[in-house]
């Protein structure tokens, strides 16, 4: 059994650590459930073309690249697809600081390009939805492994004292009762 100092010191330490990425993670999670998302400020462009474009998904990326290059601008973070709309499609391709949408028009030889540039408040709601680079996915899968350890600790550090086992174990009980209850009645 692991010494009850050492949970200790582990579920503190972690605790701190990852406490500014948990209060991220519960404002954006928490807003986002009520419909808070954030805004973008937008710019549509009327792309000029050499050919009708079609739904292929890498000939799309490597035009948006290249306007976005010619603008200054670095590619969304995130992925890129393409969907079906009706008989046409849309090209979108998001990422923390930038959304793209690209989509043909009436005539064959324009597309229309909407550049989504992300405010603060939604560069983090992207983030939080795994739209951001490398870098913030090690830290958003190194927050859930600290969150679960934090939690375990906690769970074994009242499990090791007696007047406190029963009670863990109830709200243990109360807390697999109200998941399942939720999840039945969703």
Do not use: C, N
């Amino acid at each position: 059994m692991i010494q009850r100092s050492t949970l200790m010191r582990v579920h503190m330490l972690l605790a701190a650590f990852v406490l500014p990425v948990a209060i991220m993670f519960l404002v954006t999670g928490g807003l986002y459930t009520w419909g808070q998302k954030g805004s973008y400020v937008t710019e549509t462009v009327e792309l000029p073309l050499a050919q009708p474009i079609a739904g292929d998904e890498a000939l799309l990326t490597g035009l948006v690249t290249q306007v976005l290059s010619d603008r200054g601008l670095q590619p969304p973070s995130g992925g890129a697809k393409v969907k079906k709309v009706g008989t046409s499609f849309l090209f979108e391709w998001t990422g923390a600081d930038l959304d793209i949408e690209l989509e043909p028009t009436a005539d064959p030889f324009v597309a229309k390009l909407k550049i989504k540039d992300t405010t603060w408040y939604r560069h983090l709601v992207q983030l939080h939805k795994a739209k951001g680079g490398i870098l913030f996915k090690y830290l958003a899968a190194f927050f859930a492994i600290s969150l679960l350890v934090i939690l375990i600790s906690g769970t074994l550090m009242a499990m090791q004292l007696p007047k406190y086992r029963g009670q863990a174990l109830l709200a243990m009980a109360g807390g697999f009762a109200v998941l399942l209850t939720a999840i039945l009645l969703s």
